[in-house]
């Protein structure tokens, strides 16, 4: 597409492109180039800067999300450093000064054309061939081989994306797939946990705050939607969300605009929005918790992640690359995953699924000696069991009712700390990976689970 207003300039190069063989439209304006971007895919935009409805600049700083694709070669009279510098900042191909030599013209677009050919043809190739990995993820199954053609395919959307997957599946890590294979990668990700920012924290961790909108707002905060600006928010846990605050980020959504707590002044954000869940939203819906206009704006491409147990070889593939990262940092070598340990992996349910898996190995490659590594003998099954009703570490719970001498005897040689996570971790467990359950069952708020993972993790 050639963007330029003078009628015979725009001619001209017409015709010295269509003899070299390419295909042409014209757009004497930024409102008939938007028009024809919006209605026909270009391998190549030439772009006055001079245009009768604006600066040519603009166009390219809106379509710069999608210029894996399409080049933009600026063809400009106003030849200055600083129009150039700006210019390639927003991504522009190449810069060209008027008047251009016929040569110049036909080498730059040929080679701005040659560059999205093979854009396409490399995405084309990826999504035909057989990954063992793909942007954080490990794996060769055929469930996870349609994941990443899924994540590829809606990489360049700005629809919201809903995904679901029981707890460590990768909810996360599919999230930052999504937005390092699109057009917003050089922009931020910037993740928030719905679930582990108290309730009246979690609308000023969004949204930002002004100086002195509440006891303890010292300073002005920008939120995470600011922060996200151009690139993606990832909304984690959002069935966690209160009610008060879904309408609120409806609102977000219709409007695409944010008001700080304590500000009267609405500003306008550009984000692309992905969440996740290890809930079922629509039970959410049906039962109240979660607000059915909210979930329909969200759903709208929903992304499911298979559970580990679903995913066959998949196991054996992420327990070796985990062996090998974390035996690398912790200065140890293993030459393979012993036989009862493959064994183990293969039968073993995975309710934590990958999380699960990744904590297994690495307590096996701290603990473990000899060239191969044993992760079974690490974690026995029967700290896996529901508390209550299977023996931890090598002494069977207690019940209330039992002696103190055997209390005494079980929690010998355990810090309080320790304790707590064993209770914690096993009760998570015993729910399957939900975080939400093992919380109601422990008589405490996801959030406090969800903030003490942190701190172990960290």
Not at 112 to 126: D, I, N, T
Not at 284 to 310: H, K, Q, S
Not at 338 to 348: A, G, I, M, T
Not at 420 to 438: D, H, K, P, W
């Amino acid at each position: 597409m050639i963007v330029e207003d003078t009628a015979s300039l725009a001619l001209s190069y017409a015709a010295q492109l269509e003899a070299a063989g390419h295909d042409i439209d014209i757009a004497g304006s930024l409102a008939e180039a938007r028009r024809l971007l919006d209605t026909a895919a270009f391998d190549v935009v030439l772009l006055d800067l001079q245009l009768p409805d604006g600066d040519g600049l603009e166009l390219l700083e809106s379509w710069r999300e999608r210029l894996g694709e399409t080049s933009f070669i600026v063809v400009t009279a106003d030849g200055s450093l600083a129009r150039a510098v700006g210019a390639m900042r927003l991504g522009a191909y190449d810069f060209l000064v008027k008047p251009v030599a016929g040569e110049r013209l036909l080498t730059t677009v040929r080679n701005a054309a040659e560059r999205g050919q093979l854009a396409r043809e490399v995405k084309q190739v990826r999504k035909s061939v057989k990954r063992d990995q793909f942007q954080g993820f490990i794996g060769s199954s055929p469930v996870m081989q349609a994941v990443y053609r899924q994540i590829e395919n809606v990489a360049d959307s700005k629809a919201t994306i809903f995904i679901t997957g029981e707890s460590g599946t990768g909810k996360e890590v599919a999230a930052e797939a999504i937005h390092r294979s699109g057009r917003r990668s050089t922009a931020p990700f910037i993740a928030v946990n719905c679930g582990a920012i108290p309730e009246n924290l979690l609308e000023s961790e969004l949204f930002g705050h002004v100086k002195g909108a509440f006891t303890g707002a010292v300073e002005h905060r920008p939120g995470a939607a600011r922060e996200a600006h151009g690139g993606t928010l990832f909304l984690d846990e959002i069935c966690e969300m209160e009610l008060k605050l879904q309408v609120k980020l409806l609102r977000f959504l219709q409007t695409g605009m944010v008001q700080k707590v304590g500000s009267s002044h609405p500003e306008p954000v550009d984000v692309r929005i992905v969440c996740a869940t290890n809930r079922d939203p629509a039970l959410e819906v049906a039962e109240g918790r979660f607000r059915e206009d909210l979930f329909y704006r969200l759903n709208v491409i929903p992304l499911e992640l298979p559970a580990l147990r679903e995913r066959g070889d998949d196991v054996e593939l992420i327990a070796r690359a985990f062996m090998e990262r974390f035996a690398k940092d912790e200065h140890r070598e293993f030459k393979d995953l012993s036989p009862d340990s493959l064994n183990w992996l293969s039968h073993h349910s995975w309710p934590g699924n990958v999380r699960e898996l990744q904590n297994a190995v690495r307590r096996a490659v701290v603990t473990g000696t000899g060239e191969l590594l044993e992760i079974r003998q690490i974690e026995p099954p029967a700290a896996r069991a529901p508390m209550g009703h299977a023996s931890f570490g090598s002494t069977t719970p207690p019940s209330p009712q039992q002696p103190a001498a055997n209390i005494a005897d079980w929690v010998n040689g355990r810090s309080l700390a320790e304790l707590e996570r064993l209770i914690i971790e096993i009760a998570i467990e015993s729910a399957q990976g939900n975080v939400t359950e093992a919380a109601k069952n422990l008589d405490i708020s996801p959030s406090t689970i969800y903030r003490k993972q942190l701190k172990w993790d960290a």
